[in-house]
């Protein structure tokens, strides 16, 4: 088993909202949105943390895509510390609950997602939260991390359909 590394001290999510076009004037919202903090971490095993969020619309059917891009150097999925910047992966299930997702690319926009058509806001109120944002620390990545704290900034740009 190797040595505990102190991996990341927190990483800051920042969400971006994008509306459709006039014609549509179908609104999205992201909330619940919250920072992960892994804490001291091993090296010989992926280490990874979902958290449920709530993307609710104006429009019947819902429809949305989201584009995440890092604080790494060229928009990359990264934290910077101690040693070297270390990458880490973004999941997004349509799903709230799951520990798994789609991959996402940075900068690229991954469509065809939708959520409940409840309106603006009414389902995230009444407790229905409806994605899950996966981040993954692959054990590749932190067998060569330098000890001490790393931290990163994940800004997620969700724009209707």
């Known amino acids: 088993m190797g040595c505990p590394r102190v991996l990341p001290g927190g990483m800051m999510l920042v969400a971006a909202l994008a509306g459709a076009t006039p014609a549509a004037a179908q609104q999205i919202q992201l909330t619940r949105l ?11 095993a992926d280490i990874s943390s979902s958290k449920d969020v709530c ?7 819902g429809r949305y895509n989201i584009v995440a891009t890092g ?3 060229n928009r ?4 910077a510390g101690a040693g070297a910047p270390m990458a880490y992966e973004v999941q ?6 799951r520990a798994t997702g789609t991959a996402l690319t940075s900068g690229i926009a991954t469509t065809g997602l939708a959520t ?3 309106g603006l806001n009414l389902g995230c ?13 692959r054990s590749s990545e932190l067998s060569k991390a330098t000890a001490g704290p790393y931290t990163g900034t994940l800004t997620l740009l969700i ?3």
């Open 55 to 61: 993307v609710s619309s104006s429009g019947v059917l």
């Open 125 to 137: 109120v009444l407790g229905n939260d409806s994605a899950s944002l996966i981040i993954v620390l």
């Open 76 to 79: 990359a999925f990264t934290l």
């Open 92 to 97: 997004w299930s349509g799903t709230a609950g």
């Open 116 to 118: 409940t058509g409840l």
């Open 159 to 161: 724009a209707a359909e």
């Open 34 to 44: 919250a920072d992960f903090a892994f804490g001291t971490v091993g090296v010989d």
């Open 71 to 73: 604080s790494g150097t």
